[in-house]
């Protein structure tokens, strides 16, 4: 289940950061979407027989602007069923802020395994020349830094749409997202597929119906995430989880697929009502 509460914070990383795009992404890209998104979870297929079903909610809402930054707010319930009674009840919150140029990134993280108590993470992260500064108050009280190679959430999708717009299908990133205890940092592997044009609708998805998405493409994307520690420690190469999306250029996302590798789950848009934002003085 922890790594149930990491590919969702994966999911809300990167739905955060594709409205977080500053400078010459928002240059090359055009306007990110404020929105409000709600994503109904299933269980798809369970490769180790470990669950029996899954169902469960995400509900995704983004704020903000190029000048004030970014908010954030992220909520998954999920319930698993495990077989001979076991149902596990899970509880994820997160709010994250960050500035349109990458350079300041704040979180706040809630979990909640069934009845019991709430694991707890609260921090920032600055970029400072080559290195970032991390102050994390929960779960303890700790200062470290990080190469200034990684990337916050936000950097992470600005540079996926930009490559999938410059025709790459492969992007290497070592990403930083505040997730597990606030010290964790990841290596992602994202393959991007061909653009699909935007006359492929899905009439079931509010997503492609909506005026604001009907003339946008969009693109077939996997990233995996793989931990840094033990690739850099023993070599490992399999990835701690994956998740599998539709990436419009807006930054919106759609038909999530989640792989847990012992299960999958799928999250369809189930509403999808697009904000308008504030306009930057």
Known sequence: MVHLFRT????MALAAAAFGAGGEARAANGPFLAHQALY???LVKSRSNSVNSARGRILYNFTG????GY???FRQVSELDSGEGKITLSDLRSNSWEDAAGKSYRFKIETRMNEADAGRVDGSAERDGDH???RLKLPSPKSFTLDGKIVFPTEQIQRIIAAAKDGKS???LSVYDGSDDGQKVYNTLTVIGQPISADRATASDPSTSDEHMKSLKRWPVTVSYFDREAQQKEG???PVYAMAFELYENGVSRQLVLDYNDFV???AMGKFDAKDSKPCN
Not at 65 to 68: D, M, P, T, V
């Open 40 to 42: 109904d979870l299933s």
């Open 8 to 11: 969702s914070l994966g999911v």
């Open 71 to 73: 908010t954030s707010e």
């Open 265 to 267: 789950i799928s999250g």
């Open 65 to 68: 602007s190029s000048c004030e």
């Open 236 to 238: 490992e190469q399999t």
């Open 132 to 134: 970032i500064n991390v």
């Open 170 to 172: 492969l992007l290497e």
